[in-house]
């Protein structure tokens, strides 16, 4: 349990943010432990708001990230998780993400029907007081503060290192280990749908699951920027859940198709037991490995990529890294999506890879070749191996109209390559773990 007090005390408060990129001035050693301090809680509410409900915190690992870079520079993700030191106030540590809330709450039962759900952050442990702030992109297109919790971390490290229930609960397999975990990019694949008699298959599958994390550029460029950890544990029974074909499975991680009404949308709430398996694992990234070879997946931006086992998994999984690591969106059209309509076209998407001409030259203007007119007319000769033409192609973010893209092909639209400017940013993403 957390100390009383600091449950207590929530502070509700609205405080500006602000979204000045942070520089990366934070001395590791001096704020923090080498350890991970992993928070579970439940975010519950609809369209019209939602609150945070703090429950348990753990000492798990060591930290996986960097110690250099530790403020998140991209102003991307509806939520943000930001540890203020609590006596100046001064940015420690800040990362964005999405999770399947702000999905949720998009979909029709979203507008009314308050649904709590599972989610957990990982940060570094702090070493003095500090303020755990969970932070919300507000309808200003400012992120505001929308829980703060004092955090009081020393007493409560002495008590977790006493503890002798910490055990690592599978040890993980090395599927690719290239060194220092706080230079690389650590990705934990979690295997879900594997009974006991599975266990060969698994870890075979998990090999596979490596090659094709590595297989695309940019990451077959960075392999050597990452190491892959491999969870060698298994559920109940083989199998997924899948409710449209009336299938139950008692399985790890709990994960199911069907996901907000798409078939296609394989997905799991159970963030504890998603995490209770990883342990003490170190882990920036996570994949969720599908038994199944029924197509589907999905991928949220530092939540978790998931893929199934199907014949086209090893261009789903870079499609799906794309969201989870690069914080990209969508670059295809598809207005029937429930849990699809969140862009508001009066702003600029806060993802990299679409526009909707209002800030343009924050966007890849500036990557354009000279004469490209922009909109570009769209150009359906281009063959669908190859990006095309760099321009502002209108189709991208679901929408048919008003958003666009900037190429004719990419792995965030029909799994073509990754264009230029989805691969600049996973890059830049990249470089925020290898410094
Ligand atoms: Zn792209």
Known sequence: MMKKHAIIFFLICAIFSGEVAQAQNVKFSRYFHNA?????????????????????????????????????????????????????????????????????RDTPEGADSMVSFEEVVRIPWPKQPVLICWEELGEDHHYHTQYALPYYPEERYAQMLKRSDLVLYHEPVKLQYKGNIHKKI????????????????????????????????????HS???????IPA????????????????????????GTFGADRYLMTQMLFKLHDAIGLTPCDHIIIMANSDTYGG??????????????IADR????????????????YVDENLSYGDTHVKTFEPMEPNITSLVEFDKKWQAMLPEGVPIPTPVDTLVNRKENGPLGVYEGAGYQAKGLYRPVMHCMMRDYAPFCPVCSKRLEEVFSLYTK
């Open 36 to 104: 991970t301090l992993r928070i579970d809680y439940l975010r519950e509410g609809n369209r019209h708001g939602n609150t945070i409900r703090v429950l348990r915190d753990q000492l798990c690992g060591p930290w996986a990230g960097s110690l250099k870079q530790l403020n998140d520079p991209f102003n991307n993700g509806f939520f943000r998780i930001v540890v203020k030191d609590i006596e100046t106030g001064k940015r420690l540590y800040s990362r964005g993400y999405n999770s399947l809330f702000a999905e949720y």
């Open 186 to 221: 650590d990705v934990v694949i979690v295997p879900e749908g594997y009974g006991p008699a599975d266990t060969t298959k698994m870890l075979s599958d998990m090999e596979k699951f490596c090659e094709f994390l590595l297989g695309k550029e940019p990451f077959k460029e």
């Open 224 to 230: 050597d920027d990452f190491n892959v950890w491999g």
């Open 234 to 257: 298994t559920g109940e029974a083989t199998g997924i859940t899948n409710p449209a074909e009336g299938v139950q499975v008692n399985s790890l991680v709990g994960a199911s198709y």
């Open 298 to 311: 999905g991928g949220i931006y530092n939540f978790y990529a998931m893929s199934s086992l199907n014949s």
């Open 316 to 331: 789903i999984l870079p499609h799906e890294l794309g969201h989870s690591i690069g914080g990209l969106a969508d670059e």
